[in-house]
């Protein structure tokens, strides 16, 4: 029974149950929610949260944070637009943006891990800087006239599903990610990294390198993503995705991952992920303002910081009564 209250006691958990209620709240509310279609919108509108929170998970774990990823993510869109429109082939564009966010995951990493800046400071500062540059590159026009066997992809399901293409490139990339976190030396690495940096670097863990790599692949990946809104959308504009960070910090906390690092698992995560995409829906659904969403995504973010600490406290009590108990049993005897 102990064993049971303290999994329980688990932010994980949690979250699994708000999910749960969520999906309720939406089936009792809606008879359209429980729908193949509206099961492909709610996929459909997570889909570049999900993708970026993989990546942020690993550095939030090894204690440092990338605010940057909406704004790479606009300034990828952006430049997909003016590539296109100075007569680029789509197949040169894709690899060419990717190197272009894997490059702007670089000057994060060495402003944080050569310079010794935070990476709180850092990523505002880049978030700003990435995002003018996107409108430097693009103004405020925006590109819509790309090839229609890539936008079809953008917003076409798979193989006759109703699962949508992008989420099955999510889909793939969350079992990379998973492996390397929770079944690799490198993972093990980030986890130590986030829980005593120093005691990790003394320990052989080549701490400064395994963090720069770990914002160029989030740059990398938030260009990824960036491809794919593009083309859902059919759209390139250097404001998509603008305030997008907020989101995908809020479900990578939301997700049990401790925002002083060295804790969290991807399931959680790919949980609160679901758990976003299932409650938005269902309050648009139900005619629930725009504003009220921001609220419901700040919320969620406040909830993410207060829950685990919440949780964990419960943790501890429970195990201080078990230590208790078992201390009279053993004084009985």
């Known amino acids: ?52 929170a993989l990546p942020l998970t690993l550095i939030i774990i090894a204690a440092e944070i990338d605010l940057s990823v909406a704004s790479v993510l606009g300034l990828t869109s ?32 060495v402003l944080v891990t050569r310079l010794g800046l935070p990476s709180l400071a850092v990523t505002i500062g880049t978030l700003a800087m990435y995002r003018g540059l996107a409108y430097v590159i693009l103004g405020d026009q925006a590109v819509a006239d790309f090839p229609s066997e890539f936008t079809n992809w953008g917003f076409g399901t798979f193989a006759g ?21 929770h079944f690799t030396g490198i993972g093990r690495s980030i986890f130590a990294m986030g829980a005593n940096e120093e005691a990790a670097h003394f320990s052989g ?17 938030s260009a990824l993503a960036g491809i794919i809104f593009t083309f859902r959308f059919a759209s390139a504009r250097a404001d998509n995705a603008n305030g997008l960070e907020l989101s995908v910090v809020a479900v990578v906390l939301l997700g049990g991952v401790s925002i002083f690092g060295g ?28 504003e009220v969403l921001t609220i419901v995504t700040g919320s ?16 501890e009590a429970l195990r201080t009564t078990k230590s208790r108990e078992e201390g009279k049993v053993v004084q009985v005897q």
């Open 1 to 52: 029974m102990s064993e049971l209250k303290t999994r329980l006691a688990r932010w994980e958990t949690v979250t699994v149950f708000l999910l749960i209620a969520s999906i309720i709240y939406g089936t009792t509310s809606s008879p359209d929610f429980f729908t193949g279609g509206n099961l492909n919108s709610i996929l459909s509108d997570i889909v570049e949260i999900a993708i970026i």
């Open 78 to 109: 952006a430049l997909m637009g003016y590539l296109w429109n100075h007569g680029w082939a789509m197949e040169m564009i894709i690899p060419t943006v990717l190197v272009a966010g894997a490059l702007a995951g670089a000057l994060n990493g």
């Open 161 to 181: 599903t109703q699962l949508p293409n992008p989420f099955i490139v999510f889909i793939v990339l969350a079992v990379v990610f998973g492996v390397v976190l």
């Open 205 to 221: 863990v080549r701490v400064k390198r395994i963090k720069f790599w770990l914002f160029v692949i989030t740059g990398m990946i």
């Open 263 to 290: 804790r969290g698992n991807l399931l959680g995560v790919i949980c609160a992920v679901l758990l976003l995409g299932t409650l938005r829906n269902a309050l648009t659904i139900n005619d629930v303002s725009a």
């Open 300 to 315: 969620l973010l406040l909830l993410s910081v207060l829950g685990p600490s919440v949780t964990a406290r419960v943790r």
